[in-house]
């Protein structure tokens, strides 16, 4: 069973930062495509970030959001700078077991998902 727990979501008023985290304790990041995506109500869920071979980033987070992960920690991170009241959303960690870097930021492409975190923007 691969458990993805979210942690770090909030509150902050448009401008600030969060830094979310998934822990991964059955596997180990590197191995495998990370990604985080959110939904907020009444919209479609949509790929934030992932990480494999690269960093991948949707246009409207790029310069403003940094995936990244630690395998010693058995976690990802993802840092949220600079953040907008459109930013507010549940977000959710996945894991894919994936053999191309193609597509990373749809859903469909992961295989295991965690509960999510609640970030709010006001």
């Known amino acids: 069973l691969v458990q993805l727990v979210e942690s770090g979501g909030g509150s902050v008023q448009a401008g600030g930062n969060l830094t979310l985290s998934c822990a991964t304790p059955a596997l180990t990041p590197s191995g495998y495509c990370m990604g985080w995506f959110r939904q907020a109500p009444g919209k479609e869920r949509e790929g934030v970030a992932a990480?494999?071979?690269?960093?991948y980033y949707a246009g409207s987070v790029k310069g403003r959001f940094i995936i990244s992960e630690d395998d010693s920690e058995k976690t990802v991170f993802l840092q949220m700078n600079n953040l907008r009241p459109e930013d507010t959303a549940m977000y959710y960690c996945?894991?894919?077991?994936?053999?191309?870097?193609?597509?990373?930021?749809?859903?469909?492409?992961?295989?295991?998902w965690g509960q999510g975190t609640q970030v709010t923007v006001s």
């Open positions: 996945a894991v894919g077991i994936v053999t191309w870097p193609i597509g990373l930021l749809r859903d469909s492409k992961y295989d295991y």
């Open positions: 990480i494999f071979d690269r960093t």
